[in-house]
């Protein structure tokens, strides 16, 4: 038999073989109704024989193995806990146990002493502040709590606090004790803004702006970049605003002329502003884009305290 007859039998067989496999895969199915029917016609005994020799023609996948999925509680600090515990007790007496503060005090921390303070005494505190706090152990905890005595005068309470495994309540374990102050931090200098601003565009757009921020005299937006929103402050604080100094850290603010268009520099300025009360030096860091030929408030900081650059 000549080479192309073989290869013509060949491609002729293959699809009569997967016709032949199709109308088996077929018999087969109709025969497995059929026994199905018999089956239930037979009773429930023989329906599960009949279930049972049904061929499988499915595989299922397999199940996906689930993942597991750990949240651990984030320890949440007790500070604020502290802080109410220390009020209520600095506000207390152990002469009226049935007082607000007292009862307060005792559903906080179940084994602390009230104070016992004299009856002329102005041991309540103006205001309590966590400062601090620190984890010791697993739920163990140190806050550092502030109190403003009505003399002036601050007093530092160390108070232990223990918290549940989820870190969503709290117990004052001890009475408080009265510790040192936090030590102020040596701040690093820094020469971000090394450049003194001379009076001229520049320190008059500041003012101008902050006057109109500060004290509601004239409009905010007119100072305003293109695209930035700010709101001036209501109601205005202030009646007048005068520029003290003004720091910058690129050359391009201190120059003479206002820069090209959409040169960017950033500043702190330092005013006075004032009020029926007296003189309040604040300080604002700013930064400001160049538009045809004049300079333009592009966004203002949180505030900058130290020469070292915005916060």
Do not use: C
């Not at 060949?10 to 497995?32: K, Q």
């Not at 037979?42 to 499915?58: C, H, K």
């Not at 502003?273 to 007296?278: E, H, L, S, V, Y």
């Amino acid at each position: 038999m000549s080479p192309g007859k073989q290869a013509s039998q060949s491609e002729a067989a293959a699809p009569m073989a997967a016709g032949a496999r199709l109308e088996a895969m077929r018999r087969r199915v109709r025969f497995s109704r059929v026994a199905v029917w018999t089956a239930i016609a037979a009773g429930p005994i023989a329906l599960g024989v009949a279930v049972a020799s049904i061929p499988a023609t499915v595989e299922a996948a397999p199940a996906a193995k689930s993942t597991a999925v750990r949240t651990a509680a984030a320890a949440i600090d007790p500070g604020g806990y502290a802080q109410v515990f220390v009020s209520a007790w600095l506000r207390s007496s152990a002469d009226d146990e049935t007082s607000a503060q007292a009862r307060l005090v005792q559903s906080m921390a179940p084994d602390v002493d009230l104070p016992n303070p004299a009856v002329d005494a102005q041991s309540a505190p103006q205001s309590v502040s966590a400062v601090r706090s620190a984890q010791r152990a697993d739920g163990a905890w140190a806050v550092t709590v502030a109190a403003q005595l009505p003399n002036g005068s601050v007093r530092y309470y160390a108070v232990p606090v223990a918290s549940d495994r989820t870190g969503s309540s709290f117990t004052v374990t001890g009475a408080p004790g009265v510790v040192a102050g936090p030590a102020r931090a040596e701040l690093p200098k820094s020469s971000s803004y090394a450049m003194t601003v001379p009076e001229g565009h520049l320190s008059s757009a500041v003012g101008e702006f902050l006057t109109a921020y500060l004290t509601g005299a004239g409009e905010v937006d007119r100072y305003l970049a293109p695209g930035v929103k700010l709101t001036a402050v209501t109601p205005p604080p202030y009646t007048s605003v005068s520029v003290k100094q003004v720091l910058a850290v690129e050359e391009a603010a201190a120059a003479e002329q206002v820069a090209a268009d959409d040169t960017t520099v950033r500043v702190l300025v330092r005013v006075e502003a004032r009020d029926a009360a007296g003189r309040w030096p604040l300080a604002y860091g700013l930064t400001l884009k160049a538009r045809s030929t004049r300079w333009e408030v592009a966004a203002l900081e949180s505030g900058a305290a130290q020469d070292g650059g915005a916060r």
